[in-house]
């Protein structure tokens, strides 16, 4: 079995910054792409950066130069730093992360329950 948990979000002002989180435990051989979605209320679920195994990153137009990924192989970790909060942020942060549990197994996509992000002030 694999557990995939988010933690972090939470309330801030315009301009503000968090710092989400999502490990993965359990059953893992490997992990390979990890990323982060978020949907927001009457929106479809969006990507928002997402990082290979070997380091490389892609982001959504609209979180470039503002949000930086990043993974800790070490711990199953992947971290999502948000600067320059905007109010069109607000949304349902998930992480999906793409996990071989044994050597002889493919690759499934498992996603994190989701952790709510609003900007206001």
């Known amino acids: 079995q694999v557990q995939v948990v988010e933690s972090g979000g939470g309330l801030v002002q315009p301009g503000g910054s968090l710092r989400l989180s999502c490990a993965a435990s359990?059953?893992?051989?490997?992990?390979?792409?990890m990323g982060w979605y978020r949907q927001a209320p009457g929106k479809e679920r969006e990507l928002v950066a997402r990082?290979?195994?070997?380091?490389?990153?892609n982001y959504a137009d609209s979180v470039k130069g503002r949000f930086t990924i990043s993974r800790d192989n070490a711990e199953n970790t992947v971290y999502l730093q948000m600067n320059s909060l905007k109010p069109e942020d607000t949304a349902v942060y998930y992480c999906?992360?793409?996990?071989?549990?044994?050597?002889?197994?493919?690759?499934?996509?498992?996603w994190g329950q989701g952790t709510q992000v609003t900007v206001s002030s």
């Open positions: 999906r992360i793409r996990i071989r549990t044994s050597r002889y197994s493919g690759e499934y996509l498992y």
């Open positions: 359990g059953s893992i051989f490997s992990i390979n792409t």
């Open positions: 990082i290979t195994s070997g380091g490389s990153t």
